[in-house]
């Protein structure tokens, strides 16, 4: 089993920034892409940044130029560097990754953490 617990959200102003980290804790596993995605009220979770291994990134164009996805494989932790921040950006935030255990690959998913933006 794989844990990720999240930190970092909560209310901004627009224009502002926050930084949103994912600790996943292990056991027996390799943690392989990392990620987060969003989920809004009454919408679908989305993409929002993923992050292989070795450091390779992938955005949403809705955030590009704004967020900035890191990870530090020594700590299994990813970070979302959200700046600008903009009223559409308000969502629960989820961190995910996939992991690896006996040749099998497994999906996880953090608890989520609000991030609001004011207008």
């Known amino acids: 089993q794989v844990q990720l617990v999240e930190s970092g959200g909560g209310l901004v102003q627009a224009g502002g920034s926050l930084r949103l980290s994912c600790a996943a804790s292990?056991?027996?596993?390799?943690?392989?892409?990392m990620g987060w995605y969003r989920q809004a009220p009454g919408k679908q979770r989305d993409l929002v940044a993923t992050?292989?291994?070795?450091?390779?990134?992938n955005y949403a164009n809705s955030v590009k130029g704004r967020f900035t996805i890191s990870r530090d494989n020594a700590k299994n932790t990813v970070y979302l560097q959200m700046n600008s921040l903009k009223p559409e950006d308000t969502a629960v935030y989820y961190c995910?990754?996939?992991?690896?255990?006996?040749?099998?690959?497994?999906?996880?998913w953090g608890q989520g953490t609000q991030v609001t933006v004011s207008s």
């Open positions: 992050i292989t291994s070795s450091g390779m990134t």
């Open positions: 995910n990754t996939k992991a690896t255990r006996d040749y099998r690959e497994y999906v996880y």
């Open positions: 292990r056991s027996m596993f390799r943690i392989n892409d």
